[in-house]
Structure formats: C-alpha cells, structure tokens
C-alpha cells in the first residue's frame, strides 16, 4: 500500500492512500470469512466463501455486504505503514469506487495520540493489602474429587422411591431389533438424574428387589429435518437391588489407592496450593499495580479534547453492548440493573477518563523514562490480550493485518506500568490477626491500566 501524509492543523495528519488490486481482494477475503464465522457459516471442501453464503443465507454478492467491512481492514495497514498511533479509530473517505480487483484510493485524516507530561516522575507512594492465600479453591477442588469418586453400596431391600439408584438387568427393544447399548445384566442406574427418558423412571418407581416388569417407553430414535424422532421402546427390567450414594473420605488411604503419584492427603493439598497460589500471587501483583498506576494518575494535569474523550466513550459502549448481547442481556435490562440513564452515564463518564488518562501517563512514562521494547515485552502484550492463545503466533496476525502500532501501544503502556510499580514505594498494610480475607484478588485483574 502506498501512503503519503500531509500535516494539517492541531495534530491532524492527512493520509492519501493507495491499495493495490490484490490488497483489496485480500481485505475482502478477510471480511467475508469473518462475516461468514459470524454467521455460522463453516468452511467446507471445493466450496468457497461466496458460495457457501449463498446457499446458507442466500447472499448473492457477498463482496457489497461485507465491503464497509472489508475497507476497514485497510484502514490500520494505512497508519501501521506511516507508523501514526491514533487518539481513535479514523473515518476512511473513499474517493473511487471499491471493487474487486481494482484499485482503491482513500483518505483519511488522523487525529494523532497527543502527548502529555505528568507534574513529577518520582517514585509513587502507595498502601497495599497483604498478598493473604484463599484456601477456597482447594476445599472445592477436594469437594469435587470426592463427589466425582462416589461408589453405590447394596442397601437393604424395599420399593424403589424418586432418587434412588439401584442395580438393573435390563433389556430393550425397538421392535424386532435388541438396541445392545442399552442392553445389561448389571447396571447401577440412580433415578432422577435424566440419564433416560421420564417415562423409563416412572415406571421404576415402586419395584422391589427381583421383581420384574415389561413396559414401554418413548425415546429419541434419530433425527428428521433437524428434531429428535421419538419411538416407542420396548423393554424388560429387574430390579438386582436398591442401592445408596456413598461419598469417600479423602483420606491417606484413598489417595495412595486411586492418585498413588501423592504419598498422603496433605502432599495432594500442598500440588493444589502450588498451583492456586501461583494464580493468586499473579493476580495480586496486578492489583498491586493497578494500585501504583491509580495513584499515579494524580499527576496528570492535561485537557484531554472533546473529540478524543467521544470517541473513546464510544468505543467502550460498542464493547459493552457486544458483551451483554453474549450473555442474553438486553441494553435496557443494564441500564436498569445499574441505576438508571443518570447513574449509568455518570459511571461512563468517570470510567472513560480513567481509561483516557491511565493511558497517557503510562506513556508519558514510557518517553520520560527511554524505555525500550523486546521481544518478550511484545509477547507480554500478546499474553495479556489474550492468555488462551499463542503470544508468537498473535503477535504475527496483528502485525500482518497491520495492528503492529495498537500492539506496541500495548507493550509500551505494560512496560511503564511494571517499571512504575518495580520502582514505587509500596507499603503493605497491617491486618488484624483475625482477619481471613484476601486483599480483593477476585478484583485485582478486572481492569488492567494499560489496556484500552
């Protein structure tokens, strides 16, 4: 892509762009496979993009639905190629029509990220909780061992109630045809848990140890046009005997008996705390952080520009309403939930400068300080975005889709938030002996203060 830039007034900087016809093809190919994974659309062999769409959703010209799109995926190569970091995202103006295969010309002018100096870089001065273990995981991790390890002990006999278990032999047939999954001579079967139909359940209810019963019951038998088929199924149980739930004792002898790489009960507790405490400390270190860089904003005595300050209260709503269209909540039900239009737009306003000014005294840091990127700090970034992924292989996708100058905002804004807390002066304060609460580790990593 060919970019030229021309400075214009108040830290706006013109971009005339050029994007070659394989660029465009390119960006279009992008935009109709996310569309197409947005939609549900999976990939299938010998079939393309375009053609999968219009068989699934009857979309003709793929490339006019997803040609906003398909431009905005130009837009980041555009500043990533003037190396311009953004105060927010640019509006891309076309000046020729966007086509396969064809050139495409647009402009855009760029409001750069200003620079802010804070009042002092001394080492900030902060109060700390003390970093306190939370034993709950591993009583709940010890929970979960012994509810998953439960064994049926023959009980004496008497009709079967709702939620027992008992021992069946049973047999099933789906006309002339013996369905063998279903078949047995010895199987504990709990009543109650939905592992078979309602009617199999109900018939249960009642028979004794030895007895006998032949009835029918309607099951699930394929699928047509997308719902489960129901058949009549007919069957043949005894009942062997009743049976109760036994929950084990997570004791010595059971974990030498089923987890014999632990020696004893207390070696099996001491690998979970290793484990959990490793993601607490980790957790509490951002909290520290968040700490040193909330103080740190004190410092910051700039004007942030209307335009700025819109833009990234925008972007934050647009986030939240993709997140609570996730989790089934509508935008009213949210409002609602949090006190109402006024309430709300207070909360925004107080969050989206928090994020704003976080943001610019980290870099102010980062410029005062000639703090450098590695490798690592890069890979750091990655990890923070996203800890479920490969932080080489992102690093990659964002520098070839053209977001290598976001990434590297990242890593510099990481950078100056640990070289603020490595040289702050911390203090932990003091707890009462009977104090059992950890210092808000659920809270320590939901914001961190050097992403936007």
Not at 57 to 78: C, F, Q
Not at 212 to 220: I, L, M, N, R, Y
Request: with cysteine; proline share 6%.
């Amino acid at each position: 892509m060919r970019v030229t830039e021309k400075k214009l007034a108040d830290g706006v900087i013109k971009l005339d762009c050029e994007a070659t016809a394989i660029e465009v093809n390119n960006a279009l190919k992008e935009a109709g496979e996310a569309f197409a994974m947005q939609m549900g659309v999976r990939p299938q062999p010998g079939k393309t993009i375009e053609q999968l769409c219009q068989e699934s959703l009857g979309i003709a010209d793929l490339d006019k639905v997803v040609e906003a799109s398909a431009i905005e995926v130009l837009m980041p190569r555009a500043l990533d190629r003037r190396n311009l970091v953004p105060a927010f995202p640019p509006k891309v103006v076309p000046t020729v029509k966007f086509e396969r295969g064809k050139k495409f010309t647009f402009t855009m002018d760029v409001t750069v990220k200003p620079a802010y100096e804070l009042s002092s870089y001394e080492p900030v001065e902060v109060t700390v909780q003390p970093f306190v273990f939370d034993e709950t995981p591993i009583n709940q991790q010890m929970e979960d061992l012994a509810a998953n390890a439960v064994v049926y002990e023959v009980c004496d006999p008497r009709p079967l109630q709702e939620g027992d278990a008992c021992s069946i032999a049973m047999k099933c047939m789906d006309g002339d045809e013996e369905i063998k999954a279903l078949t047995c001579d010895d199987r504990t079967y709990p009543l109650g848990r939905g592992y078979m139909p309602e009617g199999f359940d109900a018939a249960l209810i009642g028979m004794e140890p030895g007895q006998t019963k032949e009835f029918t019951f309607d099951a699930p038998m394929g699928v047509e046009d997308g719902k489960p088929v129901m058949k009549p199924i007919q069957c043949t149980v005894t009942v062997n005997n009743v049976q109760k739930e036994v929950t084990p004792v997570i004791d010595d002898a059971w974990v030498k008996a089923n987890m014999p790489m632990f020696a004893s009960v207390q070696a099996l507790r001491d690998d979970m705390r290793r484990v959990f405490e490793a993601q607490q400390r980790e957790a509490y270190e951002g909290y520290v952080q968040q700490m040193v860089v909330g103080k740190l904003t004190s410092r910051f005595n700039g004007r942030i520009a209307d335009e700025i300050y819109e833009a990234t209260r925008d972007h934050l709503v647009q986030n939240l309403r993709m997140e609570l269209q996730q989790q089934g909540m509508t935008w009213e039900q949210f409002i609602a939930a949090n006190g109402g239009e006024q309430q709300f737009g207070m909360m925004l306003m107080m969050q989206t400068r928090e994020v704003l000014v976080q943001g610019f005294c980290l870099d102010a840091v980062y410029r005062h300080e000639r703090l450098t990127l590695t490798d690592k700090d890069m890979e750091d970034a990655c990890y923070g975005m996203n800890p479920q992924a490969n932080p080489k292989m992102m690093r990659q996708q964002l520098e070839d889709s053209g977001r290598g100058f976001a990434l590297r905002e990242t890593a510099e804004r990481l950078k100056a938030a640990r070289y603020v807390t490595e040289h702050a002066k911390i203090t932990t304060a003091e707890v009462p002996a009977d104090a059992a609460d950890a210092p808000a580790a659920e809270a320590a990593a939901d914001a961190d203060p050097q992403a936007e």
